[in-house]
């Protein structure tokens, strides 16, 4: 167990850190998916601006 107050909080705001880049992660990959099984231009113009945000968001 950590000592330091610092690296107590530092332990609380990496968790919280890795449960948003968890969930950001999963929802960026199940949109990947939606894209890749899109068969028109229509129905992918709109999802592939917002995988892009989601890929910048991640990087």
Do not use: E
């Amino acid at each position: 167990m950590a000592n330091h107050k610092s690296s107590i909080k530092r332990i609380r705001s990496n968790a919280a850190k890795r449960l948003r880049n968890r969930y950001q992660a999963k929802t960026t990959r199940n949109a990947i998916k939606r894209l890749r099984g899109t068969t028109t231009k229509v129905d992918a113009a709109p999802l592939l601006s917002k995988v892009i945000s989601m890929l910048d968001r991640l990087a």
